[in-house]
């Protein structure tokens, strides 16, 4: 019926062409407008469409009567063109614009509603109307805080459900949900049946995980509604409740609403097997199967719910079609087990250890440091034994008997049997042994003095020795540091290079496989001939971030900079200096959030300072590191300094942390910042607050010309008579400019990173 009335329409308007043909554009425009005053549209516009296509100005009003022609068959994509040209034909006539501007919204092209609902303006300056279009339209262009501006401007003229609507989305899109949740419920309280406040308070309510007051106000659209939409919604949201009888229900009334939805039997089908009402799903998955007979998923789904109903000839018969109209190895891999399984017998294999025996059915007795067992038994089934391991080692089996013999390395073994129709049966056996023997540490190298103390000539020593265990050793840990061994008779020798310059004692402990431990502590002197290089805080690292260049166009100003600083931090005493530059903004946050983290705690990083110095950008409440990007679609790679407060999470085994921006203040919802700072030198460094003020933020309005206040004062410490640098040193520079503080609601203690010179500075400073 629909094709054949688009036929009629289509013939109707080519007999009209055919008869203007020989009338005048004049008479053809006169009918036209006739036939759209008696709402015969299709007719209005075959006739306007000869009166336009005459080229006589005085007819340019056609384009009007066509534009309301097309919106009243709802050709909105036609009537919105039309709508463009009467605009330019017509400029006086505000109207005009005013229908383009909320076509354009309403097909989602912003920029030409926005466009269109300014030209309105120009025309008449307090439209209401063209007001509230501006509003939307800024928003979905990335102007937020300009379409409330706009919105407060129009509230003077009036206010509607789809003004407050606006005020709404844009405090949503600035992530102000108290006033938008406000808006949105004044929206819908000024004009119930306004729709769109009911479907973007719900989305705004889960955006905050108040997922039961969306579930009520996608309720109170379907009921007012009954549209598809509302319980697709609130479907999805009892989904999330994991209440799947309601979500069953808002899937009926979509399909009542819209029978054409033959995909939403198939969901409804494994709804309602979740829910094991396996008849309901199995009518919805055999309806859904008469439109689509060759998905192979339906089949699967299908021959899942017979295979539960215990009919196995139609669930063997649903998984060979599986096998027929599919190429993917895990379904032929699943449909060809299930026909297995549905056509073996379900008996499991029966699993009987002869030798040797135990005081119980799960345990086995063994001799005092006994290393190995020869274990026999048999299997007894009905169908052949496929195969049988012993602790995951795949065991000969003969006539269903097994003698087998295994290393023991833990205290239980797993006996595992599976016969030829995947009938498989597990059995854990305790081993019971005699074994409490500790192992024995023997250190050879660095040699100890008589009461075990171990007197470093060198903060960085090779250690070795070897521990004497009857029977397998298991686990070797020095200090904090897991170290492999090798085995040669009851001894495991092991050797290793080991950091002690922050150690006060060397702790060895050794595990055997029965639980045995054994351990010593070696007190550790380090003369005061030895040199230490490390800082008292310990392991010091230092990482600098430069962004100097924007797609391949160097920023000389940084790069001067990078260079800089790097020349004078390595000057103090640091155990390692990073320098990253030209990353793009992907790959910055990769190397923060995963390879810092692990390169820290694999280093056993104490104190660590990331330096970063380059571009920066403030858009509303956010602000930016500007970043290199190869990506030509993107002006600039911006990564969101958010990111910070994860990254400082994930160093949570570094306690000393100092993060300096060159480049924007952070956002205040972010940072707290502090009027002073008391840890500026390293006399005691147990005074340090235990807030831990860190964050050092320099906002910097113009890198052309800039001098680094940190580089500065780096320079002065080392040609000062101090011994070390301290960031925070800087804020007493009074610039307004510079801020420090902590991140807000971070529960953990950061202390600044000081930075101690190296010795033959400290001896040219004094």
Same mark, same amino acid.
């Given at each position: 019926?629909?094709?054949?009335?688009?036929l009629?329409?289509?013939?109707?308007?080519?007999?009209?062409?055919?008869?203007?043909?020989g009338?005048?554009?004049g008479?053809?425009?006169r009918?036209?407008?006739?036939?759209?005053e008696?709402?015969?549209?299709?007719r209005?516009?075959g006739?306007?469409?000869?009166?336009?296509?005459?080229?006589?100005?005085?007819?340019?009003?056609?384009?009007?009567?066509? /534009?309301?022609?097309?919106?009243a068959?709802?050709?909105? #994509?036609? =009537? !919105?063109?039309?709508?463009?040209? &009467?605009? %330019? $034909?017509?400029?006086n006539?505000?109207?005009?614009?005013?229908?383009?501007?909320?076509?354009?919204?309403?097909?989602?092209k912003?920029?030409?509603?926005?466009?269109?609902?300014?030209?309105?303006l120009?025309?008449?300056?307090?439209?209401?109307?063209a007001?509230?279009?501006? /509003?939307?339209?800024?928003?979905?262009?990335?102007?937020? #805080?300009? =379409? !409330?501006?706009?919105?407060?401007d &129009?509230? %003077? $003229?009036?206010?509607?459900?789809?003004?407050?609507?606006?005020?709404?989305l844009a405090?949503?899109?600035?992530?102000?949900?108290?006033?938008?949740?406000?808006?949105?419920?004044?929206?819908?309280?000024?004009?119930?049946?306004?729709?769109?406040?009911?479907?973007?308070?719900?989305?705004?309510?889960?955006?905050?995980?108040?997922?039961?007051?969306a579930?009520?106000?996608?309720?109170?659209? &379907?009921?007012?509604?009954?549209?598809?939409?509302s319980?697709?919604?609130?479907?999805?949201?009892?989904?999330?409740?994991?209440?799947?009888?309601?979500?069953?229900?808002?899937?009926?009334?979509?399909?009542?609403?819209?029978?054409?939805?033959?995909?939403?039997?198939?969901?409804?089908?494994?709804l309602?097997?979740?829910?094991?009402?396996?008849?309901?799903?199995?009518?919805?998955?055999?309806?859904?199967?008469?439109?689509?007979?060759?998905?192979?998923?339906?089949?699967?789904?299908?021959?899942?719910?017979?295979?539960?109903?215990?009919?196995?000839?139609?669930?063997?018969?649903?998984?060979?079609?599986?096998?027929?109209?599919?190429?993917d190895?895990?379904?032929?891999?699943?449909?060809?087990?299930?026909?297995?399984?549905l056509?073996k017998?379900?008996?499991?294999p029966?699993?009987?250890?002869?030798?040797?025996?135990?005081?119980?059915?799960?345990?086995?007795?063994?001799?005092?440091?006994?290393?190995?067992?020869?274990?026999?038994?048999?299997?007894k089934?009905?169908?052949?034994?496929?195969?049988?391991?012993?602790?995951?080692?795949?065991?000969?089996i003969?006539n269903?008997?097994?003698?087998?013999?295994?290393v023991?390395?833990?205290?239980?073994?797993?006996i595992?049997a599976?016969?030829?129709?995947?009938?498989?049966?597990?059995?854990?056996?305790?081993?019971i042994?005699?074994?409490?023997?500790?192992?024995?540490?023997?250190?050879?190298?660095?040699?100890?003095?008589n009461?075990?103390?171990?007197?470093?000539?060198?903060?960085?020593i090779?250690?070795?020795?070897?521990?004497?265990e009857?029977?397998?050793?298991?686990?070797?840990?020095?200090?904090?540091?897991?170290?492999?061994?090798?085995?040669?008779?009851?001894r495991?020798?092991?050797?290793?290079?080991?950091?002690?310059?922050?150690?006060?004692?060397?702790k060895?402990?050794?595990?055997d496989y029965?639980?045995?431990?054994g351990?010593?502590?070696?007190?550790?002197?380090?003369?005061?001939?030895?040199?230490?290089?490390?800082?008292?805080?310990?392991?010091?690292w230092?990482?600098?971030?430069?962004?100097?260049?924007i797609?391949?166009?160097?920023?000389?100003?940084?790069?001067?900079?990078?260079?800089?600083?790097?020349?004078?931090?390595?000057?103090?005493?640091i155990?390692?200096?990073?320098?990253w530059?030209?990353?793009?903004?992907?790959k910055l946050?990769?190397?923060?959030?995963?390879?810092?983290?692990?390169?820290?705690r694999?280093?056993?990083v104490n104190?660590?300072?990331?330096?970063?110095?380059g571009?920066g950008?403030?858009?509303?409440?956010?602000?930016?590191?500007?970043t290199?990007?190869?990506?030509?679609?993107?002006?600039?790679?911006?990564?969101?300094?958010?990111?910070?407060?994860?990254?400082?999470e994930?160093?949570?085994?570094?306690?000393y942390?100092?993060?300096?921006?060159?480049?924007?203040n952070?956002?205040?919802?972010?940072?707290h910042?502090?009027?002073s700072?008391n840890?500026?030198n390293?006399?005691n460094?147990?005074?340090?607050?235990?807030?831990?003020?860190?964050?050092?933020?320099?906002?910097?309005?113009?890198?052309?010309g800039?001098?680094?206040?940190?580089?500065?004062?780096?320079?002065?410490?080392?040609?000062?008579?101090?011994?070390?640098?301290?960031?925070?040193?800087?804020?007493?520079?009074?610039d307004?400019?510079?801020?420090?503080?902590?991140?807000r609601?971070?529960?953990?203690?950061?202390?600044?990173?000081?930075?101690?010179?190296?010795?033959?500075?400290?001896?040219?400073?004094?």
């Amino acid at each position: 019926m629909k094709y054949s009335t688009q036929l009629i329409y289509l013939l109707l308007i080519m007999l009209i062409h055919n008869f203007a043909m020989g009338q005048r554009p004049g008479k053809a425009y006169r009918i036209g407008k006739s036939a759209y005053e008696n709402k015969e549209y299709i007719r209005a516009i075959g006739w306007l469409d000869v009166a336009i296509n005459s080229q006589k100005k005085k007819y340019n009003d056609a384009y009007i009567y066509r /534009a309301k022609s097309h919106l009243a068959l709802d050709r909105e #994509e036609k =009537a !919105l063109k039309d709508f463009i040209i &009467a605009s %330019k $034909l017509f400029p006086n006539n505000y109207k005009n614009a005013l229908q383009a501007s909320r076509l354009s919204y309403k097909l989602g092209k912003h920029n030409q509603a926005l466009q269109y609902a300014t030209t309105t303006l120009d025309r008449d300056s307090a439209n209401f109307d063209a007001l509230k279009l501006q /509003a939307l339209a800024l928003i979905h262009t990335g102007s937020s #805080e300009s =379409a !409330l501006i706009v919105s407060e401007d &129009a509230q %003077k $003229l009036n206010e509607d459900a789809e003004l407050l609507y606006a005020k709404a989305l844009a405090s949503d899109s600035l992530g102000l949900n108290d006033y938008a949740i406000a808006y949105y419920n004044e929206a819908i309280k000024k004009n119930p049946g306004y729709k769109p406040p009911y479907h973007d308070l719900g989305r705004l309510l889960v955006k905050n995980d108040y997922i039961d007051k969306a579930i009520d106000i996608f309720s109170q659209a &379907a009921r007012r509604f009954n549209d598809i939409e509302s319980y697709r919604l609130r479907a999805i949201l009892h989904n999330v409740k994991g209440n799947t009888q309601a979500q069953i229900k808002d899937i009926t009334k979509i399909i009542t609403l819209n029978p054409a939805r033959i995909d939403l039997y198939y969901i409804r089908a494994e709804l309602y097997k979740k829910v094991n009402q396996l008849q309901n799903a199995l009518a919805d998955i055999s309806y859904y199967l008469k439109w689509d007979a060759t998905s192979a998923n339906a089949w699967l789904l299908k021959g899942k719910i017979l295979k539960e109903l215990y009919m196995k000839a139609e669930a063997i018969q649903a998984f060979i079609n599986v096998d027929k109209y599919t190429t993917d190895s895990a379904m032929l891999k699943y449909a060809e087990s299930s026909i297995y399984e549905l056509r073996k017998e379900q008996y499991p294999p029966q699993i009987i250890v002869t030798h040797p025996e135990g005081p119980d059915q799960t345990t086995i007795a063994i001799s005092q440091n006994k290393q190995t067992l020869q274990i026999k038994g048999v299997i007894k089934d009905d169908s052949p034994i496929a195969e049988l391991r012993i602790s995951g080692e795949k065991v000969p089996i003969k006539n269903k008997s097994f003698d087998h013999q295994i290393v023991l390395d833990t205290m239980h073994i797993v006996i595992k049997a599976t016969d030829t129709y995947g009938n498989t049966s597990s059995k854990t056996y305790r081993i019971i042994e005699t074994e409490k023997t500790a192992p024995k540490i023997v250190l050879n190298s660095p040699k100890t003095t008589n009461t075990n103390v171990l007197v470093a000539a060198q903060t960085n020593i090779k250690i070795k020795g070897y521990i004497e265990e009857t029977s397998n050793l298991k686990e070797l840990v020095i200090g904090n540091k897991k170290v492999n061994f090798t085995k040669k008779g009851n001894r495991y020798y092991f050797s290793d290079q080991l950091d002690i310059k922050n150690i006060d004692t060397l702790k060895i402990v050794a595990k055997d496989y029965f639980s045995n431990t054994g351990h010593e502590e070696f007190p550790v002197v380090i003369p005061d001939s030895v040199e230490i290089q490390g800082s008292p805080m310990g392991k010091t690292w230092v990482l600098i971030i430069a962004t100097d260049s924007i797609k391949n166009n160097k920023i000389n100003q940084v790069v001067n900079l990078r260079k800089a600083l790097t020349k004078n931090y390595s000057k103090f005493i640091i155990d390692s200096l990073i320098v990253w530059k030209n990353m793009t903004k992907e790959k910055l946050e990769r190397e923060l959030l995963f390879k810092l983290p692990q390169m820290a705690r694999i280093n056993r990083v104490n104190a660590l300072l990331i330096h970063y110095i380059g571009p920066g950008i403030t858009q509303g409440a956010y602000t930016y590191w500007v970043t290199n990007t190869s990506d030509p679609a993107k002006k600039y790679g911006e990564l969101n300094t958010s990111i910070l407060r994860t990254v400082t999470e994930a160093l949570e085994q570094v306690k000393y942390k100092t993060i300096i921006s060159e480049s924007v203040n952070l956002s205040e919802n972010m940072v707290h910042f502090v009027d002073s700072c008391n840890c500026d030198n390293c006399i005691n460094i147990q005074r340090f607050p235990d807030g831990g003020q860190f964050f050092l933020s320099l906002k910097i309005d113009n890198l052309k010309g800039y001098a680094s206040i940190v580089d500065k004062h780096l320079n002065k410490a080392i040609e000062s008579q101090k011994r070390c640098f301290s960031p925070s040193i800087i804020h007493k520079n009074g610039d307004k400019k510079i801020k420090i503080g902590r991140f807000r609601n971070l529960n953990e203690g950061i202390f600044p990173v000081i930075l101690y010179l190296k010795k033959n500075h400290q001896q040219n400073a004094h």
